[in-house]
């Protein structure tokens, strides 16, 4: 289990550094937007602070995805990782239809526009592997009690 969480960190920080880097890639229009109207995102331009927002984001879902392994029974853990996977699904389908329908977001450009959908993938990425891999703590069995108890 260690082993597959080394390896999902290592995925994660891959894709969070690709994502960082589409994002600081917008267009000339969008990073002019983003230096005179909305300069809480100016941390987008910069590629090692977009990654470091991505991961610290994906870093949170895998710990909670961790959390609720460890501590919820195998069918709770289950809906959890489903509702979890549902979650993210709805994310990029939401930032999707935002990104197509507001003005100000379509001229931010489509690498930027990958950038956030990476993070929506790997949201529903670590889900998936969860969802499908070892699930939560086993369910204990009922102890039986041996009613044939003779004496010696």
């Given at each position: 289990?260690?082993k597959r969480t080394?390896?999902l ?18 267009t ?5 937007g983003?230096?005179l ?6 941390f ?17 879902i ?9 501590t919820?029974?195998?069918?709770s ?18 930032t999707y ?7 100000s ?18 949201w529903?990425f670590?889900s ?16 039986q009690k ?7």
């Amino acid at each position: 289990m260690l082993k597959r969480t080394i390896y999902l960190l290592v995925f994660l920080a891959l894709l969070s550094m690709l994502s960082g880097h589409l994002m600081s890639r917008a267009t000339l229009v969008g990073r002019i937007g983003i230096s005179l109207f909305h300069k809480e995102y100016s941390f987008l331009k910069i590629w090692w602070q977009g990654a470091l927002i991505v991961f610290a984001g994906l870093l949170l879902i895998l710990v909670l995805h961790i959390v609720l392994q460890r501590t919820l029974k195998k069918i709770s853990a289950a809906v959890a990782f489903m509702v979890s996977l549902f979650l993210g699904i709805c994310g990029l389908y939401f930032t999707y239809s935002d990104f197509r329908g507001d003005l100000s977001h379509r001229l931010l450009g489509e690498r930027f526009h990958l950038g956030a959908y990476l993070f929506w993938m790997g949201w529903i990425f670590i889900s998936l592997v969860y969802l499908l891999g070892k699930k939560g703590k086993p369910i204990p069995k009922p102890v039986q009690k041996n009613s044939d108890t003779r004496a010696i």
